[in-house]
């Protein structure tokens, strides 16, 4: 079984937020806020979704749309993390104010200017087609925690 994690963009006028994790997995790097679903407590998908958003951006996303699901496998035995199975969001409406927490920095970027020197190497294969407005799924390689040595993207219709 995979781990289930989630991933959301908040996205206004040609930008996007992301934040630099300070600490744990990915430390260092920009991404989407997320983090694990609380599957044992009985969450959702989509409530863990809005709740890790809310934690580390201090943003209330109210109509979060999935626009993928990532598959990760690495190779090297990452203890906890093996096998992950990320879930995509965006929103372009949200209510509340953005806060610094202790697990993320928040910056608005222009989606034409991505840090991706900065980010999860995977990140520039799919965030391009995510911005084009595709739902995909996507398979994804790495040998260690900074090689990825395979990617696969496949469009979808829909995620029902
Ligand atoms: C391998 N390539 C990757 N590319 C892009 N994004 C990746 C990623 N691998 C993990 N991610 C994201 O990184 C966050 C980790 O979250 P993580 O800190 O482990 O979760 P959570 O906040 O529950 O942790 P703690 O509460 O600190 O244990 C989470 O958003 C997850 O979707």
Not at 68 to 75: D, G, H, R, V
Not at 83 to 91: N, P, R
Request: hydrophobic share 40%; glycine share 10%.
């Amino acid at each position: 079984m995979p781990l289930i994690l989630t991933l959301v963009f908040v996205l206004r006028e040609g930008q996007v937020l992301l934040g630099l994790k300070k600490r744990g997995f990915g430390q260092g790097l920009w991404n989407g806020f997320g983090g694990k679903v609380n599957l044992a407590d009985g969450e959702t998908i989509i409530q863990g979704a809005v709740r890790e958003l809310q934690e580390e951006s201090g943003l209330i996303g109210n109509n979060l749309e999935k626009v993928a699901i990532l598959n990760f496998q690495f190779e090297k035995d990452m203890g906890k993390y093996t096998d992950l199975e990320i879930h995509v969001f965006k929103t372009s409406t949200f209510e509340g104010e953005i806060i610094e927490s202790e697990e993320m920095l928040p910056k608005w970027y222009n989606i034409s200017d991505i840090p991706y020197k900065e980010m999860w190497p995977d990140d520039a294969i799919w965030y391009p087609v995510m911005f084009a407005g595709k739902l995909f799924t996507a398979d994804i390689k790495f040998s260690d925690e900074k090689t990825m040595i395979s990617h696969k993207i496949t469009e979808v219709l829909s995620f029902e």
